[in-house]
């Protein structure tokens, strides 16, 4: 009997230590809250949570974007970044590249272009913009790499005439010839029908603004990483490489 209330009595303070561990988390979190929402009301505020630095918050606001506080709300760190010293890691990149990362199941790949170079065993999907000279650079580049599949999404961003080539890729005999001749040999594709339905390249828009999908080109790996930019045939295979390890 003895045994069995030394048992309690320890997990009852074992109990009480915990929760006054966790006690002035709550306290700060929501004292930097209070602070930062009556400074700045124009800041929404999505999660507060401790930075591996001992004494600074991690403060996450507009889904992805990141500053850091004190743990009262008094003092904060704008536009900058954590950087780990021993291995010059840059925590708070690697930390926005984990929000902005996408898993494979949720790209619309029904709204893609599909093409498939090689066996087309591993995968990517780009989100491109027709008149984007990157985007052109990244095509000759893509164009390079064996056996992958490219699943391409229009997203006309840079004006009508970007909605115009869209629409006329889009709408090809064979959208994948019409985008690789366009991107690769400056062919204009033959103007759509029209009664050709681009409800496609609205869903390809609608998802690019849920995601933070700013610029392009914008890379997609099976293992949800993300790549702004034209990044190199070298960095691509590097990147499906690394992809179909995890």
């Not at 004292?31 to 009301?41: F, H, M, N, Q, T």
């Amino acid at each position: 009997m003895k045994s069995l209330i030394r048992l309690a009595t320890l997990a009852a303070t074992v109990a009480s230590l915990l929760l006054l561990a966790a006690a002035p988390a709550a306290a700060n979190e929501a004292a930097i809250r209070k602070a930062l929402s009556e400074r700045y009301p124009q800041l929404k505020i999505d999660e507060v949570r401790r930075s591996p630095v001992a004494g600074i918050w991690e403060v996450r606001y507009d889904g992805v974007d990141i500053l850091y506080s004190d743990a009262t709300g008094d003092h904060i760190f704008v536009s900058g970044a954590l950087v780990e010293t021993r291995t010059r890691t840059d925590l708070t990149e690697q930390r926005v590249e984990k929000l902005l990362a996408v898993a494979w199941d949720r790209l619309p790949l029904k709204d893609g272009i599909t093409i498939r170079q090689g066996t087309g065993a591993r995968k990517l999907a780009v989100f491109v913009d027709p008149n984007c000279g990157y985007c052109r650079r990244f095509e000759r580049d893509l164009a390079t790499v064996k056996d992958v599949t490219v699943h391409v999404f229009l997203i006309p961003i840079l004006g009508p005439d970007s909605v115009a080539k869209s629409r006329d890729i889009w709408c090809a005999r064979d959208p994948a010839v019409a985008w690789r001749r366009y991107m690769l040999e400056g062919v204009q594709p033959s103007k759509a029908a029209a009664s050709c339905n681009v409800d496609a390249l609205d869903r390809n828009l609608a998802f690019s603004r849920t995601h933070r999908i700013n610029g392009t080109p914008a890379v997609f790996f099976e293992d949800g990483t993300r790549r702004p930019g034209a990044i190199p045939a070298e960095q691509i295979e590097a990147s499906l490489v690394a992809a179909t390890k995890k």
